[in-house]
């Protein structure tokens, strides 16, 4: 069964480093998403991206932040100067049409701001 | 902003007891699903409901979403050890890329 997948598993970073968070969706979706989780707490949506650009974005998604397709297959997150409050997981989603269709999650990124 | 509660929290049954979670949002959704996560895991998509009223059933879970398209339930009958992870709602707003808005979840414990 397809799946996406997500790189690293692990990222430990200092604070006001850039990390970049890698996602390779499956290959005939043509939607994507970010959403993170800090421990224990509930999935929080990041943004969503389709036909190259951002769909939509929460109040997280700020300035910090951006997504990008550079090839074909590979989602990119990336945050340019993290923060402690960034730790958390972050998952990487896909689907084949928005609205009423399942999202496929992918293992996550744990990231840790040190 | 819109929101999605969920109650409760915590359940812990005995093996062989029902369980049931809840899910209201403070709009009017255009969808809801369900997802389960087992712990280190990634949420798992369970299913979803698009219509008013909508029943759905998978084996020992019983999912509706409410008349108004704001509330929804999931009950899984006669519980099982493989059952236990958190259950999360998540609401899909209309006309917002997709987007869905999680709730808290409920993290089910099952005690053979």
């Known amino acids: 069964e397809p799946e996406v997948t997500q790189t690293p598993s692990h990222q430990v970073t200092q604070m006001g480093q850039e990390v970049i968070l890698r996602c390779v969706p499956i290959?005939?979706?043509?939607?994507f998403y970010w959403y993170r989780q800090i421990l224990g707490q509930k999935v929080e949506f990041l943004v969503s991206f389709y036909n190259n650009e951002i769909s939509e974005k929460s109040e997280i998604f700020d300035d910090q932040f951006s997504v990008e397709r550079p090839d074909g297959s590979n989602f990119t997150l990336k945050i340019r100067s993290t923060k402690l409050e960034d730790s958390a997981m972050y998952f990487c989603?896909?689907?084949?049409?928005?609205?009423?269709?399942?999202?496929?999650f992918g293992p996550g990124t744990r990231l840790t701001v040190t | 902003g819109q929101q999605v509660m969920q109650i409760p929290q915590y359940q812990h049954v005995q093996e062989g007891e029902d369980f049931t979670t809840y899910c209201n949002s403070s709009t009017t959704l255009s969808n809801i699903q369900w997802y389960k996560q087992r712990p280190g895991g990634h949420p798992v998509f369970l299913i979803q409901l698009v219509k008013s009223g909508e029943v759905k059933k998978q084996k020992r879970l019983t999912f509706q979403f409410g008349e108004a398209k704001k509330n929804s339930s999931l009950h899984i009958t006669a519980t099982q050890t493989t059952d236990v992870g958190t259950y999360f709602c998540a609401g899909g707003p209309y006309n917002q890329g997709g987007k869905l808005i999680f709730g808290q979840g409920t993290e089910l414990s099952v005690k053979p």
């Open positions: 989603a896909s689907s084949y049409l928005t609205g009423s269709y399942e999202q496929y």
């Open positions: 290959s005939n979706h043509l939607y």
